[in-house]
């Protein structure tokens, strides 16, 4: 299944460093997804883009920067990141955001914050 | 607040019959999902209930009442592939999806 794809698929970097992640969709979708999943906890919402317009920022630090330059393509700018940042990133696309469809992940990038 | 609650880890024998039970209290309610993911991989879908009522597809069902804010997974004839997380997730009056913490489930031969 590489419906979603995301690179890297494992990231260590320093809190001066600045990283990009990248995930692309290969389904058609209109809506793409970055997520959060810290271990043990529920994944948390951080941005949706509908149609590449951003509908959706749950209150993220400054810190992460998405970026969606088509309906395909979605990037997390990564700069000035802390320890507790490390975790897996994961990108989902659905359909259209807002509706009953169903969301597809990608199998994240594991980011550690040294 | 929004709330999911599921078992934080389960053991089960390879063979028998396992269920997963996940609780809500969400700001509406528009379905629930189930999701699969292996360790290091992609959440995979596998179920969604959006009617009170029990859904079967192969080896594993979903069940859901709305009423009592309660869903299950029942995986039949375990293999040792389904070794995993299993994750819950309702979808609330704003189509957000509200996640649980994932139900981590270990096959023992």
């Known amino acids: 299944e590489t419906g979603v794809t995301q690179t890297p698929r494992h990231l260590v970097m320093g809190m001066t460093n600045k990283k990009s992640l990248k995930c692309e969709q290969h389904l058609g979708h209109n809506a793409m997804y970055w997520y959060k999943q810290s271990a043990k906890k529920p994944l948390e919402l951080m941005f949706v883009?509908?149609?590449?317009?951003?509908?959706e920022n749950n209150s993220v630090p400054s810190r992460f920067s998405p970026e969606c330059p088509n309906s395909s393509h979605l990037f997390l700018h990564l700069h000035t990141l802390q320890p507790e940042d490390s975790a897996l990133y994961l990108c989902?696309?659905?359909?259209?955001?807002?509706?009953?469809?169903?969301?597809?992940f990608g199998p994240g990038t594991r980011l550690l914050v040294l | 607040g929004q709330n999911i609650d599921q078992p934080t880890e389960m053991t089960a024998t390879e063979g028998a019959i396992v269920q997963i039970n996940c609780t809500y209290q969400?700001?509406?309610?528009?379905?629930l999902f189930w999701y699969q993911q292996h360790a290091g991989e992609a959440p995979t879908f596998l179920s969604y209930?959006?009617l009170d009522g029990l859904e079967e597809k192969g080896r594993f069902s979903s069940f859901l009442s709305r009423s009592k804010g309660y869903s299950y997974l029942l995986l039949k004839e375990l293999q040792m592939k389904d070794s995993a997380s299993y994750l819950c997730?309702?979808?609330?009056?704003?189509?957000?999806?509200?996640w649980g913490a994932g139900t981590k489930l270990i096959i023992k031969p």
């Open positions: 997730a309702v979808r609330d009056s704003n189509y957000q999806l509200i």
């Open positions: 209930n959006v």
């Open positions: 969400t700001s509406g309610f528009n379905g």
């Open positions: 883009y509908n149609f590449k317009e951003q509908t």
């Open positions: 989902a696309s659905s359909q259209a955001a807002g509706t009953q469809e169903t969301q597809y």
